[in-house]
T-cell receptor, first 114, second 112 residues
Framework: DAGVIQSPRHEVTEMGQEVTLRCKPI?????LFWYRQTMMRGLELLIY????????DSGMPEDRFSAKMPNASFSTLKIQPSEPRDSAVYFC????????????FGNGTRLTVT | DAKTTQPNSMESNEEEPVHLPCNHS???????IHWYRQLPSQGPEYVIH???SNVNNRMASLAIAEDRKSSTLILHRATLRDAAVYYC?????????????FGKGTKLSVKP
């Protein structure tokens, strides 16, 4: 298995632009997570899905952030409009049984908003 | 709030054992202890987890105190590749299945 695949690896954009991050989970995993990591705040859980349904989005910072999972093999995290404070590394992870089983993380997308 | 307490940083010499402590004094009966680590420029990776008894796998051992208020992750022979941030996390098996909350972890440095 190729593991969790995220794209792009790096994204540089200007303030106000729309940014879309993509994630392909491990086949057969029913849970998908989006995390954000910054030096100041560490790893933060943004949202997670179970069977393509968003279960808890309380970590999404504001309405500029949205996440979708149209099918079991694909998820997106969108930021519109982007701001410099959104600069961070965004990780996607998947698992069989939520946090009860090991989460498998992708290599992340490093987002820089200028 | 499922918190744990870990030292900010630790140092080890290559090929020596490393004991990474974690305090979880308010742990409940349905909380498991999970450990993850994050190598530089990578996403976190699962290491090990346990409930009451000690656990071993190919990566590490987990020693859980009898009162479950603390635990220790043991790397039997540290290598340079083990330099990473190690996270000790309480996971409540009776609650939300998405509740994997990372703290600040322990940054382990390994000297050759």
């Amino acid at each position: 298995d190729a593991g969790v695949i995220q794209s792009p690896r790096h994204e540089v954009t200007e303030m106000g632009q729309e940014v879309t991050l993509r994630c392909k989970p491990i086949s057969g995993h029913d849970y998908l997570f989006w995390y954000r990591q910054t030096m100041m705040r560490g790893l933060e859980l943004l949202i997670y899905f179970n069977n393509n349904v968003p279960i808890d989005d309380s970590g999404m910072p504001e309405d500029r952030f949205s996440a979708k999972m149209p099918n079991a093999s694909f998820s997106t995290l969108k930021i519109q409009p982007s701001e410099p404070r959104d600069s961070a590394v965004y990780f996607c992870a998947s698992s069989l049984r939520g946090a009860l089983s090991p989460l498998h993380f992708g290599n992340g997308t490093r987002l820089t908003v200028t | 709030d499922a918190k744990t307490t870990q030292p900010n940083s630790m140092e080890s010499n290559e090929e020596e054992p490393v004991h990474l402590p974690c305090n979880h004094s308010t742990i409940s009966g349905t909380d498991y202890i999970h450990w993850y680590r994050q190598l530089p420029s990578q996403g976190p990776e699962y290491v090990i987890h346990g409930l009451t008894s000690n656990v071993n796998n190919r990566m590490a051992s987990l020693a859980i105190a009898e009162d479950r208020k603390s635990s220790t992750l043991i790397l039997h022979r540290a290598t340079l590749r083990d330099a990473a941030v190690y996270y000790c996390i309480r996971v409540n098996y009776g609650g939300s299945q998405g509740n994997l909350i990372f703290g600040k972890g322990t940054k382990l440095s390994v000297k050759p």
